[in-house]
Nanobody
Framework: VQLQASGGGLVQAGGSLRLSCTASRRTSSNNGVGWFRQAPGKERDIVAAINWSGSSTYYADSVKGRFTISRDNAKGTVYLQMNSLKPEDTALYYC?????????????????WGKGTQVTVSS
């Protein structure tokens, strides 16, 4: 499975972006998907995750109420809507497909990773 993340860019604080993650195969429609981010010099951390059907989601405390993860299995795409962006949201954002149908929080539970899309929030 190849993943393509897109939608990153430069935005002012308070602005919005929508990231998209498209899989090369429909296999990902049966698996949980997560969005991670990594800032320079920091660990790659979970941002949000969603189960195979979209009925269950997880958000890191730092993004609760601002970010929304969703998926369209017919299109093989998972989205991350990011609102009220802050400078501390600046990072390289990655999407990944989990090894199971439910969502996962640990990096080791993810098998397939995209190359990442850069999000930069200016103050």
């Amino acid at each position: 499975v190849q993943l393509q993340a897109s939608g990153g860019g430069l935005v002012q604080a308070g602005g919005s972006l929508r990231l998209s993650c498209t899989a090369s195969r429909r296999t990902s429609s049966n698996n949980g998907v997560g969005w991670f981010r990594q800032a320079p010099g920091k660990e790659r951390d979970i941002v949000a995750a969603i189960n195979w059907s979209g009925s269950s989601t997880y958000y890191a405390d730092s993004v609760k109420g601002r970010f929304t993860i969703s998926r369209d299995n017919a299109k093989g795409t998972v989205y991350l809507q990011m609102n009220s962006l802050k400078p501390e949201d600046t990072a390289l954002y990655y999407c990944a497909v989990a090894l199971r149908a439910s969502y996962a929080i640990q990096r080791d539970d993810y098998r397939y990773w995209g190359k990442g899309t850069q999000v930069t929030v200016s103050s």
